[in-house]
């Protein structure tokens, strides 16, 4: 799926020490998998630091941002609201119906940490499941992108990159961008 329009991811929750490493897979996930941007509780500022870094190292465009008051975010965004949650309906069932809307503005997909509010479920347009079984807001996300692009997002090019990896079938390769000489790490 191509769209003109931007597809955001929303982190709702955040516990300081104990989330961080989660919450950092969050945004990471956002970005390899074809999202634009991430939006993170405002006490989230480790994992906002270390996706920034990985951004500035293996390329973008990516945006980090910390915001208060990540309810009204979801009551207020103007476009298509998408809360991945297990008690939602199978992904299978509406994911052509979110590329539909994809094609007429921005898209926010929410996912949750330990307890979500109803609010939440109210105010989504589509409260989504990937699968009825309780698992994780990065296992979620990672389908749920995949299965909305169709798999493009494996084959997206990435801008400003200072390194990329050369794929192997055993061992690890990685060049700096702006030369050919070959480093192994
Ligand atoms: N009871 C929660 C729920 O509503 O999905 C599970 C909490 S889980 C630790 C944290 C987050 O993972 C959820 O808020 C949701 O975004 C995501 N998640 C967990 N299982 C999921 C599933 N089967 N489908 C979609 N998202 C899921």
């Known amino acids: 799926m191509q769209t003109e329009h931007e597809i955001v991811v929303l982190r709702y929750g955040h516990r300081p020490g104990r989330d961080d490493r989660m919450t950092t897979h969050v945004g990471l996930t956002a970005r390899a998998l074809g999202a634009d941007r991430v939006i993170l509780p405002d006490n989230a500022g480790q994992a906002k630091a270390t996706v920034e870094d990985i951004t500035d190292r293996f390329g973008g465009p990516f945006d980090v941002e910390l915001r208060e008051g990540i309810g009204s975010i979801v009551r207020g965004f103007d ?80 801008v400003d990159a200072d390194r990329r990896v050369i794929p192997q079938s055993t061992g690890k390769k990685v060049v700096p961008t702006e030369s050919t000489n070959h480093t192994d790490q």
């Not at 939602?88 to 509010?117: A, F, H, N, Y």
Request: with cysteine; charged share 25%; net charge negative.
């Open 79 to 158: 476009g298509t609201v998408v809360h991945l949650t297990m008690y939602g309906e199978p992904i299978q069932t509406v994911e052509s119906g979110i590329r539909s809307d994809c094609q007429e503005g921005p898209l926010l997909i929410v996912v949750g940490g330990e307890k979500v509010p109803f609010e939440v479920y109210e105010a989504a347009d589509w409260n989504v499941a990937v699968t009825n079984q309780p698992h994780s807001e990065v296992a979620g996300l990672a389908v749920f992108l995949d299965r909305l692009f169709e798999g493009d997002e494996l084959d997206r090019e990435w």
